[in-house]
């Protein structure tokens, strides 16, 4: 094995450790998933997040803040699942949703987190999903905005769960 080699694996690595390690489904827990990646770095994420917490004042919703990676498994899942029809209809009907990409927070090479930061979640891996009234209050605690670091071992019934349970409060 060639340096180039090892420190392309060491890389491949560390990349992979900044998403969190996640349990494999077993028997009926088993999921398909199409790993969406719909986390684009190009949009400007405060001009969005101000946007979506103008359209929760007027339509009396919530904003829902996903901050993931296209390259995390766990980003791609949860984008994947809440693009689901049952998801994304509730997502419709209760939520303002925005997804905030956070590049390589792990290597330094991260941007946006300052949007966590501001609704008082330190983020920690990906995803993180934070959940705001319309005035910008977090509405959970911020150790359940970054308990998203699983998700790809989530059932999209878990996500909509969870979901509802918060909308519930």
Not at 69 to 94: F, K, P
């Amino acid at each position: 094995m060639t340096i180039r080699t090892a420190l392309a694996a060491l890389a491949g690595a560390a990349l992979l450790s900044g998403c969190a390690t996640t349990h494999q489904p077993t028997g009926a827990q088993e999921m398909q998933h199409p790993e969406g990646a719909i986390y684009d770095p190009s949009i400007d994420a405060g001009a969005e997040v101000d946007a979506a917490l103008t359209r929760a004042s007027e339509s009396e919703k919530r904003v829902l803040i996903v901050m993931g990676a296209n390259w995390c498994h766990d980003s791609r899942a949860l984008a994947s699942y809440l693009a689901e029809a049952d998801l994304a209809s509730y997502l419709d009907a209760n939520f303002e949703t925005v997804f905030i990409d956070v590049g390589l927070p792990q290597t330094g090479d991260g941007f946006n987190l300052d949007i966590a930061e501001r609704f008082g979640v330190s983020p920690q891996g990906t995803p993180n999903v934070l959940m705001l009234n319309s005035e910008g209050e977090l509405l959970d605690t911020p150790e359940n905005a970054i308990s998203w670091r699983n998700s790809a071992s989530r059932s999209s019934a878990e996500v909509l769960q969870t979901l509802q349970g918060w909308v519930a409060q």
